[in-house]
């Protein structure tokens, strides 16, 4: 994916501000937790994760293929991460604390996700880039990729950040 905006490439985060971010996608956000959703790679306008195949994701039984709902949902949930990060290095002025609360009114305004390929594999990958952070709607990119890397799924997605 080419990176379009370069909201602050030199941001180093805290070692409190990754684990509260992780936290707050990982664990506090139950959905994800149902969803394996695991962070892999956090950079100030990119982020990866990885989501392991299990029967709960089944989305048609004869071919065990990935449910769709499970792609648009990982999607859409990473998207939303991206952001969160990507606000986190905006305000770098801030305490690690202080930049964990901006997250509270962050949501999802417009979510497209186009599928390419049969979700099929024992785990997947995802990556979401923030194309452009304004001050009341952020905007991402998003892949959704096999064990091979091959392209399954993209999205793009509109957030209120305000």
Do not use: C
């Not at 994760?49 to 709902?69: K, Q, T």
């Not at 497209?112 to 880039?129: K, N, Q, S, T």
């Amino acid at each position: 994916m080419p990176q379009r905006t370069v909201i602050a490439p030199e941001v180093v985060f805290e070692d409190e501000f990754i684990d509260g971010v992780k936290k707050i996608f990982e664990e506090m956000i139950v959905f994800n937790r149902v969803l394996g959703l695991k962070i892999t790679t956090i950079n100030p306008t990119w982020v990866k994760a990885r989501i392991d195949m299990r029967n709960e994701l089944v989305g048609h039984y004869l071919y065990n293929r990935l449910h769709g709902g499970v792609i648009s949902a990982s999607l859409d949930a990473l998207g939303g991460f991206a952001v969160m990060v990507a606000i986190g290095a905006r305000h770098m002025d801030e305490t690690p604390q202080q930049r964990l609360q901006r997250f509270a009114k962050l949501g999802t305004i417009d979510l497209r996700v186009d599928y390419l390929r049969p979700g099929i594999g024992e785990w997947f990958e995802m990556r979401a880039e923030v194309m452009r952070l304004g001050s009341r709607v952020a905007s991402t990119r998003m892949e959704f990729m096999g064990p091979d890397g091959k392209l399954m799924s993209t999205g793009s997605a509109a957030y209120i950040v305000s």
